[in-house]
């Protein structure tokens, strides 16, 4: 029952883009088109799953016992600099398709916040490393649903007559203000 | 002093087993890729321009050695690396002539009048959103505020006594300025071209007069003294067919305001 908690409270009611404003680079860069989000979405939840696991292990069974826990920051961004690297390598062999769409963006879930952000979460609320895959896996499908929405929106705006001032990135954001205030619903749920 | 070296032991020791691993892994997910394309992209000169209308250089070696593109396709390696690149591919070079960006106007500050002062933001591109389109008399001329400067990668474009010049020896053709340019005036044009018509106002012979000192009035004189029907007056600007352009010179002689050049 906790862990269904701590899953639905990091993928909607703390929705990690829309009410923590974390990992928005991609959130706007890569939401042009379902099919992209989506990959994005998944090398997301990959990343941050596996981050989430190896930066618990490491918080638990090495700074913690050598008393160097002011190193995480560092640590975990080695570790999910590295991660990234190799889902690059992973996507670039077996779908060079989605590597080509997601371009740029891929190697900057290296610089997503939302990464970082929730290995060092994790750690503040003290999780283990069961709990900590749970929330880092539940965040990430919360990326990747918000990202997929706003892909859905997007697409559907393309073959809308937005004012002039309003287009490109602007609607964008005021798309992401509302879809933020709608998941703000969410919040007393738990 | 412990603490310290512990602290870096362990950022040394996780960072070298993500090394390796990253290092084992790497070859495990190698991607095969063409190796004309790595001797391909050697050559290329990597600026990643985007001259040749692809996102960089590794993606016109992709196209290259895909067959996509002409060996020559990279307009600031010129000729010597399309031939390197034809050795690799195996293919003939075709004749690629050099280009050079050119800038046709000639209105220096002293030939050309301010309508009034402006003192806004300098930059090109938003001239067209002030009276008048600039404080230039010449509503066709070159402004000076430099956006092709900036937009140079290779540092061959200045701006000359309010008037913005290219090194053409320096200038590889990629276009950039071509494209930044609002009012259009840079054009591509051979390396070797022997006469360059330096104006671009469409305006009647009358307004240009009033506007700027060495701007075309299209009177039409160097249209009848060329030869080889390489010159002509479009919207009362003369303009230079270098297919057919042989050089004679004979209208940079006739020329009455002076604005076909020698090159």
């Known amino acids: 029952m906790n862990l269904l908690i701590i899953a ?13 404003f974390l990992g928005l680079c991609p959130f706007l860069g890569v939401s042009k088109k379902i099919n992209t989000a989506a990959g994005m979405g998944g090398a997301v939840i990959g990343v941050i799953t596996i981050s989430s696991a190896l930066c618990s292990l490491i918080y638990d069974y090495i700074l913690v016992p050598l008393d160097l826990t002011y190193l995480n920051t560092i640590v975990f961004i080695l570790v999910i600099a590295a991660l990234v690297q190799f889902v690059e390598m992973v996507l670039k062999k077996c779908s060079p398709a989605l590597y080509e769409a997601l371009g740029v963006y891929l190697p900057l879930i290296t610089t997503n916040c939302a990464v970082l952000g929730i290995a060092l979460t994790n750690v503040q609320e003290s999780y283990n490393l069961i709990e900590s895959v749970i929330s880092g896996f539940g965040t990430a499908a919360g990326f990747t649903i918000a990202i997929i929405i706003m892909a859905g929106i997007r697409e559907r705006n393309e073959f809308n007559d937005v004012p002039e001032s309003f287009q490109g990135m602007p609607i964008v954001l005021l798309t992401a203000g509302l879809m933020s205030i709608a998941f703000f619903g969410f919040s007393g749920i738990l | ?17 993500l090394g390796l691993f990253l290092g084992f892994m790497g070859k495990k997910f190698a991607v095969e890729v063409d190796q004309k394309e790595i001797d391909v992209r050697a050559e290329l000169p990597g600026n990643n321009c985007g001259g040749c209308g692809y996102a960089g250089c590794d993606a016109l070696a ?12 990279c307009p600031v390696g010129g000729e010597p690396v399309a031939k390197k690149i034809a050795d690799i591919m195996g293919a003939e070079v075709g004749n690629t002539r050099r280009m050079t960006a050119f800038v ?95 104006c671009s106002s469409k305006d009647k012979g009358k307004d240009v007069m009033a506007a700027c000192q060495v701007g075309c009035v299209g009177c039409m004189l160097c249209t009848k003294q060329c030869e080889f029907d390489a010159i002509k007056v479009e919207n009362n600007i003369a303009h230079i067919d270098y297919d057919k352009c042989t050089g004679c010179g004979k209208c940079a002689e006739k020329c009455p305001k002076k604005i076909i050049h020698a090159h």
């Open chain 1, 8 to 20: 639905i409270s990091a993928a909607l009611v703390n929705n990690v883009v829309l009410s923590q």
């Open chain 2, 1 to 17: 002093m412990t603490g310290i070296i512990i602290a870096a032991a362990v950022v040394s020791i996780v960072g070298l087993i």
């Open chain 2, 62 to 73: 992709k196209a290259i050695a895909a067959g996509e593109a002409e060996v020559g396709a």
């Open chain 2, 104 to 198: 046709k106007c000639a209105g220096e500050c002293d030939k050309t009048n301010e309508t009034y002062r402006y003192t806004g933001v300098e930059e090109c591109t938003v001239m067209p959103f002030v009276p008048n389109g600039g404080s230039k008399s010449c509503t066709y001329g070159c402004m000076g505020y430099g956006s092709c400067v900036k937009a140079c990668p290779f540092d061959a474009i200045h701006v000359i006594n309010g008037v913005a010049v290219v090194d053409k020896k320096k200038c590889k053709a990629c276009g950039k300025c071509v494209a930044v340019c609002p009012r259009n005036l840079i054009e591509l044009i051979p390396y070797d071209a022997k006469e360059v018509v330096k």
